[in-house]
């Protein structure tokens, strides 16, 4: 029978395995209940049923985690401590309050002697750089943090001192700054959790014949209590330990709570941030048609979450970098880790993290800084506020850097491909997406030649000129009291002017200056015979070739060389133009981004999809581009359409 | 290995490019002048039996860079004539791309000013060409091969537009006879005229720069795209022109160009004709500067070329200067430097071909008494 009852159990039983985190449901009364039992235990009383005493606190170590062992520690010693000598405890007590004592005594010598420096270096930046770790007394964190935020001359900063209501309670500090976090997530995840919700756990409860009175008054925390606020106490969704000021300043720095426990030499910071920005958008300068519609905005977590929309896969690793003397959450850099080239990461990451600057604030400036050759016209770095165009540079194996602050992206390596391309090729059909490229490339000829084009032609060249148009130039100057360059330089520095001042113009006026523009400008010009009529004409295509290159920094960098290209047509005529070319072309060949040659996969000649100048199919697109030298170059298989097989899908399945 | 020059490194397409146009682009000058005197309506196979040429002293090259891996010719002088033999052989070498280089340039500035801007000094649009084409030299190799590159579809795509319009034009007759003055003129005119393919020595040189396997590609592509080049302008030249009018011709290909007059719009086609030109001498002369600032840094055997370029550049136009006109220019070039120095340079290059062999064979001697011994 015994045989039986044993197979019996053994199938039928099992003995419940105990939840080790103390977030879990029922956790809470059960260390109650341990703690009772123990409690019970210590007179010797066992009640019926409930087993041994040992018994009993094996199954409370069994409760608890590592980190509530300790905790439990008092609560044993002091179920325990009927049956020990008052000799023995008064020796560990000695023993703890002479360490205590200790610690004080030099955490106070080093408040003070940070005091001191502290009122010497007004910067703190030394301060701040030395790591040094937070005090066990709340007292001289709350100090320190007071002196490097400026309190009380700098109101942003908030100190709140509130009571764990702990039994017995526990004084505690949180700090954030005014404006940039969100109140209802303090009050509901932290105060009123700690204030009012804290009161759960009895386990430093004094014994039940100490005085009321003294119950109520604040203790330094036990240790392990940190553990304990971050895992059941604080309702944040995102929790973190603090173990130095520089840590603690950032963290306020970017819109989180910093929660100081008396007693303790660590804190938590708790994300409160709520900065305020404006809601995402439509794209300023990147437009399409067919695609999209959504743009990034200033907050970069909002980017990275827009990013990450897009890109829904495991392998997407969103990396803070800090930079220069920007706080650790500013700057972030995303790409696939399975893809993006480790050498490349690392070269991002190296150029980001030692920039020595002090207010890197938009991602203009850090373009500025991290690029290959800063003296280059052209742009090395594709300034995007597309998260499509983004998440498609990702998914090629490039890298997407973010800045606080910055509605646009960096994507790198950038080519000059990239640079004339626009995220709607790939949403329209092949044979639109390729045409519009075509006319785009037109447009950058238009914008760059077109202008030095003429002059060239009506000051040197009238050989190259058709008769008829050669005539119909000629009467139409002949009454222009100026020179071919000064008519040309003359109607492109006020169209110039005209662009610039559309930019900087109130937008409820901006028709007006377009009215402006175009007649002032325009048609009294030519009636005043200061400009030809046939020069509207080709400053107003070459203002459109301008407009259709679809990055604006390129655009830029194109507005500027037409000035080089028409001034060299003014001296050499077309020759100076070829010249110009010839150095441009060259430059460009020599020009890098993040080692990519700029006009790869044109030269050198690299492999990749048919997708860098004309739009190819999307069943095309099997590879990424080689000169990325991503971890994996396939995209997709050779067939894409698997349906179109015959049985395909069968085949597939 | 000068340390300089161990880190530019082309692809097979970009050195095609430089080297076909290194060789080629002498076809938008007056190349084919000389030539129509020999072969008359069969001028067009000199250019075909050019290439053969070319492709007959390839070989023994190849075979010397063979047996020299990852050597190019100055080095291979170096190791097999020592230091003052290979002094003066990489001097000669200096010589002959100077002379090519200098030579090119004073045509280019000459035809600029005599076809385009006929109030500019001949300084000015000398010093264009020269400013342009050192900034780039200055670059690098990649810089000027992948600027070939670039340009050499540019020019591909402005070339075969001109030769297209140029059709209305063609009178087939003006082939005819098809041996021409006979098949002696022709192949005396071709060994005569055979410095035309000297440029193809520099395969010896870029070998350094290029990807080592990929040098015969490198070698067919290059000098049958040439090839091609060459010998269709001097037949569509003859074509429109007919023979003797086009012996009479300075630049045929431009005058090709200008004759182009279909309808009332595409007339004077000379601005496809311009950047064409232009680019492929610009081309060519920042290829000649860095060559010979390469060529004196291996002699040297210093780490950097850059300090070179400048002198390079100076020599070049120097020698640009030399000619009094654009005809002693031209008697220069069609006189000396492409009458002579396809084989002027082909003796130092038999020289080390017959070092290596004897070599070779002591080598192979010695190894086989060594074999025997042991």
Same mark, same amino acid.
């Given at each position: 029978m015994a045989f039986l009852d044993a197979v019996r159990k053994y199938l039928l039983f099992r003995e419940p395995t105990e939840p080790e985190l103390l977030f879990e449901s029922g956790i809470e009364d059960r260390l109650l209940e341990a703690e009772r039992l123990l409690a019970d235990s210590g007179t010797d009383h066992s009640a019926p049923g409930q087993g041994s005493r040992r018994s009993r606190e094996r199954k409370v170590r069994r409760v608890g985690s590592r980190n509530v062992k300790k905790g439990l520690d008092g609560v044993n010693n002091q179920a325990e401590g009927n049956k020990q000598s008052l000799d023995g405890d008064a020796v560990v007590e000695n023993v703890q309050g002479q360490a205590r004592q200790?610690? *004080?005594?030099?955490?106070?010598?080093?408040?003070?002697?940070? !005091?001191?420096?502290?009122?010497?270096?007004?910067?703190?930046?030394?301060?701040?750089?030395?790591?040094?770790?937070?005090?066990?007394?709340?007292?001289?964190?709350?100090?320190?943090?007071?002196?490097?935020?400026?309190?009380?001359?700098?109101?942003?900063?908030?100190? #709140?001192?509130?009571?764990?209501?702990?039994?017995?309670?526990?004084?505690?500090?949180?700090?954030? @700054?005014?404006? @940039?976090? /969100?109140?209802?997530?303090?009050?509901?995840?932290?105060?009123?959790?700690?204030?009012?919700?804290?009161?759960?756990?009895?386990?430093?409860?004094?014994?039940?014949?100490?005085?009321?009175?003294?119950?109520?008054?604040?203790?330094?925390?036990?240790?392990?209590? !940190?553990?304990?606020?971050?895992?059941?106490?604080?309702?944040?969704? /995102?929790?973190?330990?603090?173990?130095?000021?520089?840590?603690?300043?950032?963290?306020?720095?970017?819109?989180?709570?910093?929660?100081?426990?008396?007693?303790?030499?660590?804190?938590?910071?708790?994300?409160?941030?709520?900065?305020?920005? #404006?809601?995402?958008?439509?794209?300023?300068?990147?437009?399409?048609?067919?695609?999209?519609?959504?743009?990034?905005?200033? *907050?970069?977590?909002?980017?990275?979450?827009?990013?990450?929309?897009?890109?829904?896969?495991?392998?997407?690793?969103?990396?803070?970098?800090?930079?220069?003397?920007?706080?650790?959450?500013?700057?972030?850099?995303?790409? #696939?880790d399975d893809i993006a080239n480790p050498a490349l990461v690392k070269e991002v990451k190296r150029r980001l993290s030692s920039l020595k600057?002090?207010?890197?604030?938009?991602?203009?400036?850090?373009?500025?800084?991290?690029?290959?050759?800063?003296?280059?016209?052209?742009?090395?770095? !594709?300034?995007?506020? #597309?998260?499509?165009?983004?998440?498609?540079?990702?998914?090629?194996?490039?890298?997407? @850097?973010?800045?606080?602050?910055?509605?646009?992206?960096?994507?790198?390596?950038?080519? !000059?491909?990239?640079?004339?391309?626009?995220?709607?090729?790939?949403?329209?059909?092949?044979?639109?997406?390729?045409?519009?490229?075509?006319?785009?490339?037109?447009?950058?000829?238009m914008a760059l030649f077109l202008p030095g084009f003429y002059v060239a032609a009506a000051t040197y060249h009238q050989e190259f000129i058709p008769t008829d148009l050669l005539l119909a130039i000629t009467g139409a100057r002949e009454r222009v009291p100026f020179p071919t360059i000064v008519e040309v330089l003359l109607m492109e520095v006020a169209f110039e002017l005209i662009r610039e001042g559309g930019i900087r113009i109130p937008g409820t006026i901006g028709t007006t200056l377009g009215i402006v523009g175009a007649l002032i400008l325009g048609q009294a010009a030519v009636a005043a015979n200061i400009v030809s009529p046939i020069l509207i004409v080709i400053i107003a295509v070459t203002a459109l070739g301008a407009f259709a290159i679809p990055n604006y920094a390129f655009s830029l960098n194109i507005r500027l060389l037409r000035f080089a290209y028409t001034l060299a047509a003014a001296v050499f005529g077309i020759f100076g133009m070829i010249f110009v070319l010839f150095l441009h072309v060259g430059a460009l060949t020599n020009l890098k981004s993040f080692g990519v040659p700029f006009l790869a996969p044109l030269v050198p000649a690299t492999k990749t999809s048919p997708d860098w100048f004309l739009r190819g199919h999307a069943w095309q697109q099997e590879t990424r581009p080689d000169y990325v030298d991503p971890l994996s170059t396939k995209r997709q298989p050779a067939v894409s359409r698997w349906w179109s097989r015959k049985g395909g899908s069968e085949d597939r399945a | 290995?000068?340390?300089?020059?161990?880190?530019?490194?082309?692809?097979?397409?970009?050195?095609?490019?430089?080297?076909?146009?290194?060789?080629?682009?002498?076809?938008?000058?007056?190349?084919?002048?000389?030539?129509?005197?020999?072969?008359?309506?069969?001028?067009?196979?000199?250019?075909?039996?050019?290439?053969?040429?070319?492709?007959?002293?390839?070989?023994?090259?190849?075979?010397?860079?063979?047996?020299?891996?990852?050597?190019?010719?100055?080095?291979?002088?170096? %190791?097999?004539?020592?230091?003052?033999?290979?002094?003066?052989?990489?001097?000669?070498?200096?010589?002959?791309?100077?002379?090519?280089?200098?030579?090119?340039?004073? %045509?280019?500035? %000459?035809?600029?000013?005599?076809?385009?801007?006929?109030?500019?000094? =001949?300084?000015?649009?000398?010093?264009?060409?020269?400013?342009?084409?050192?900034?780039?030299?200055?670059?690098?190799? $990649?810089?000027?091969?992948?600027?070939?590159?670039?340009?050499?579809?540019? =020019?591909?795509?402005?070339?075969?537009?001109?030769?297209?319009?140029?059709?209305?034009?063609?009178?087939?007759?003006?082939?005819?006879?098809?041996?021409?003055?006979?098949?002696?003129?022709?192949?005396?005119?071709?060994?005569?005229?055979?410095? $035309?393919?000297?440029?193809?020595? =520099?395969?010896?040189?870029?070998?350094?720069?290029?990807?080592?396997?990929?040098?015969?590609?490198?070698?067919?592509?290059?000098?049958?795209?040439?090839?091609?080049?060459?010998?269709?302008?001097?037949?569509?030249?003859?074509?429109?022109?007919?023979?003797?009018?086009?012996? %009479?011709?300075?630049?045929?290909?431009?005058?090709?160009?200008?004759?182009?007059?279909?309808?009332?719009?595409?007339?004077?086609?000379?601005?496809?004709?311009?950047?064409?030109?232009?680019?492929?001498?610009?081309?060519q002369i920042s290829l000649g500067i860095y060559l010979i600032s390469s060529v004196t840094t291996y002699a040297l055997r210093l780490p950097y070329n850059r300090p070179f370029i400048l002198p390079a550049a100076v020599a070049v136009t120097a020698l640009a200067f030399v000619p009094n006109n654009v005809a002693e220019a031209l008697s220069w070039d069609i006189g000396i430097i492409r009458r002579y120095t396809f084989f002027a340079v082909g003796v130092p290059l038999v020289l080390l071909y017959g070092l290596t062999i004897l070599r070779d064979r002591k080598g192979g001697d010695r190894a086989e008494k060594q074999q025997e011994n042991s």
């Open positions: 200790t610690r *004080q005594k030099k955490d106070q010598r080093q408040f003070e002697e940070m !005091l001191a420096k502290m009122e010497a270096d007004r910067t703190l930046t030394g301060i701040l750089d030395a790591e040094i770790k937070l005090f066990e007394d709340l007292e001289y964190n709350q100090k320190i943090l007071e002196k490097i935020f400026r309190k009380p001359t700098n109101v942003d900063p908030v100190f #709140r001192p509130l009571l764990i209501n702990h039994d017995p309670p526990v004084k505690a500090l949180i700090v954030f @700054i005014d404006g @940039i976090v /969100q109140g209802s997530v303090i009050i509901s995840a932290i105060l009123r959790s700690l204030m009012l919700q804290a009161s759960l756990r009895k386990d430093d409860a004094p014994p039940e014949d100490e005085p009321r009175g003294d119950r109520r008054q604040p203790v330094k925390a036990p240790p392990g209590f !940190l553990d304990r606020v971050m895992r059941a106490l604080v309702a944040g969704h /995102q929790v973190s330990t603090v173990k130095t000021f520089k840590e603690a300043v950032n963290e306020v720095l970017n819109g989180n709570t910093v929660l100081i426990i008396d007693g303790l030499d660590k804190a938590l910071s708790i994300e409160t941030k709520g900065f305020a920005n #404006r809601g995402v958008g439509e794209p300023k300068i990147e437009n399409v048609i067919r695609g999209p519609h959504e743009a990034l905005v200033e *907050q970069i977590r909002v980017n990275t979450g827009l990013i990450r929309k897009i890109l829904r896969h495991p392998s997407l690793v969103t990396e803070f970098v800090k930079v220069g003397d920007a706080s650790d959450a500013q700057y972030a850099i995303m790409y #696939r600057v002090d207010f890197p604030n938009e991602s203009g400036i850090l373009e500025q800084l991290i690029e290959d050759s800063p003296y280059a016209l052209a742009p090395q770095v !594709l300034a995007t506020e #597309r998260p499509d165009r983004v998440a498609a540079g990702i998914m090629e194996g490039r890298i997407a @850097i973010l800045a606080d602050n910055s509605p646009f992206a960096l994507v790198v390596p950038a080519t !000059l491909f990239t640079m004339m391309q626009s995220g709607e090729d790939a949403y329209v059909r092949w044979p639109y997406g390729s045409f519009t490229r075509l006319v785009r490339w037109f447009g950058l000829a | 290995m000068p340390k300089q020059l161990e880190n530019p490194r082309i692809g097979v397409k970009e050195a095609i490019a430089v080297t076909a146009l290194f060789i080629g682009a002498k076809a938008f000058l007056s190349y084919q002048v000389p030539l129509y005197h020999y072969g008359a309506t069969a001028t067009w196979m000199i250019p075909v039996l050019h290439v053969a040429l070319a492709f007959a002293a390839l070989y023994p090259l190849l075979w010397l860079l063979d047996r020299h891996p990852d050597k190019n010719i100055i080095q291979i002088g170096q %190791e097999m004539i020592g230091p003052y033999g290979n002094a003066a052989l990489s001097a000669f070498f200096v010589v002959i791309l100077i002379a090519l280089t200098g030579i090119t340039l004073r %045509e280019f500035g %000459e035809r600029v000013v005599s076809g385009f801007l006929p109030d500019t000094p =001949i300084s000015m649009a000398v010093l264009l060409f020269i400013v342009a084409s050192t900034v780039i030299a200055f670059l690098g190799f $990649d810089a000027i091969a992948r600027s070939a590159y670039i340009f050499g579809i540019a =020019i591909a795509a402005g070339y075969v537009l001109l030769i297209g319009l140029s059709i209305p034009f063609w009178r087939l007759d003006a082939v005819f006879p098809l041996g021409g003055m006979g098949a002696k003129s022709i192949i005396t005119g071709a060994v005569i005229t055979s410095g $035309d393919m000297v440029e193809i020595f =520099i395969l010896g040189l870029i070998i350094s720069f290029v990807p080592r396997n990929a040098i015969r590609k490198i070698s067919y592509w290059s000098i049958g795209i040439a090839g091609v080049l060459l010998a269709s302008s001097t037949l569509v030249a003859l074509l429109v022109f007919t023979y003797p009018v086009v012996s %009479e011709i300075n630049i045929p290909t431009l005058l090709v160009s200008r004759i182009i007059n279909i309808g009332r719009f595409l007339q004077r086609m000379e601005v496809i004709f311009a950047p064409v030109w232009m680019l492929s001498a610009l081309a």
